[in-house]
């Protein structure tokens, strides 16, 4: 499938059957490493935006910087 943007591919997330795992069990996983930015937070983060445009908070010339996890994480310890 071909999509127009990657904002498109968020959500969606395919489903893999942990048959080496598990044999003989019916248990799936969600493989989030597929989202565009490669974990769940693609969803939230989309969730978050959507719900700031629709409240007037953000709109098109806004700029958005997210803080990588890892940096969040260090700076915790800084402080």
Known sequence: MIHDSVIDLIGGTPLMRLNRIAPGLNIVAKVEF????????????????????????????????????????KKKWWL
Not at 35 to 45: A, E, H, L, M
């Open 34 to 73: 597929f989202n565009p930015g490669g974990s769940i937070k693609d969803r939230v983060g989309i969730g978050m935006i959507k719900a700031a445009e629709e409240k007037g908070l953000i709109n098109k010339e806004t700029v958005i910087i997210e803080l990588p996890s890892v940096l969040k994480i």
